[in-house]
Antibody, heavy 125, light 110 residues
Framework: QLQLQESGPGLVKPSETLSLTCTVSGGSINTISYYWGWIRQPPGKGLEWIGNIYYNGRTYYNPSLRSRVTMSVDTSKNQFSLRLSSVTAADTAVYYC?????????????????WGQGALVTVSS | QSALTQPPSASGSPGQSVTISCTGTSSDIGGYNCVSWYRQHPGKAPKLMIYEVNKRPSGVPDRFSGSKSGNTASLTVSGLQADDESDYYCSSYGGSNNWVFGGGTKLTVL
């Protein structure tokens, strides 16, 4: 059974860089069938897509976060990672990693069918 | 402010049906059959309930159904059960390699 697990510091100082890693087990990240995504949720608020990455490193980012986001993939470790720079208190959220499946056309990877449990990251000095 | 608009709350009695709407534009919901719905219990990760407007992943009961008309998508939960009480989020491909969510609807089972 596919499982995803987020890991990383739970506390980040303002203006610094948030870094999280998602470890995938029960399946290979090195597949043409799926993208791998990050989604976040500020406390008490709704969901916000951050970005998707393919096994070969191809990425798509939320336009509102693009200037601060970098995603990478390590197929040898079955992991993918998120870096968000210049963080502020507004970046405080639960960060989820997810497997992204596509529609029938195979073009739009916007269905998150497996999720990690989430990692709370607080931005505070 | 979320790209897609959902009512903040909805409610129904056990056994009844309730429908949650999700309104977007021709650039997202209206332009693609890429609407999905997620259920999220407090403190838990979201769970995919509906994808491609009206398809159910394996294991999701047929009490959950989805539809779309123009720029508005809908999720209907039939035969309401206590465990259906949760937050529900819609989402859609937003064009230009973007993925957008609604603000969420809190469903209460009376």
């Amino acid at each position: 059974q596919l499982q995803l697990q987020e890991s990383g510091p739970g506390l980040v100082k303002p203006s610094e860089t948030l870094s999280l890693t998602c470890t995938v087990s029960g399946g290979s990240i090195n597949t043409i069938s799926y993208y791998w995504g990050w989604i976040r949720q500020p406390p008490g608020k709704g969901l916000e897509w951050i970005g998707n990455i393919y096994y070969n490193g191809r990425t798509y980012y939320n336009p509102s976060l693009r200037s601060r986001v970098t995603m990478s993939v390590d197929t040898s470790k079955n992991q993918f990672s998120l870096r968000l720079s210049s963080v502020t208190a507004a970046d405080t959220a639960v960060y989820y990693c997810a497997r992204m499946d596509s529609d029938s056309s195979g073009y739009y990877y916007v269905f998150a069918d497996h999720w990690g449990q989430g990692a709370l990251v607080t931005v505070s000095s | 402010q979320s790209a897609l608009t959902q009512p903040p709350s909805a409610s129904g009695s056990p056994g009844q049906s309730v429908t949650i709407s999700c309104t977007g534009t021709s650039s997202d919901i209206g332009g693609y059959n890429c609407v999905s719905w997620y259920r999220q219990h407090p403190g838990k990760a979201p769970k995919l309930m509906i994808y491609e407007v009206n398809k159910r992943p394996s294991g999701v009961p047929d009490r959950f159904s989805g539809s779309k008309s123009g720029n508005t998508a809908s999720l209907t939960v039939s035969g309401l059960q206590a465990d259906d009480e949760s937050d529900y989020y819609c989402s859609s491909y937003g064009g230009s390699n973007n993925w957008v969510f609604g603000g969420g609807t809190k469903l209460t089972v009376l």
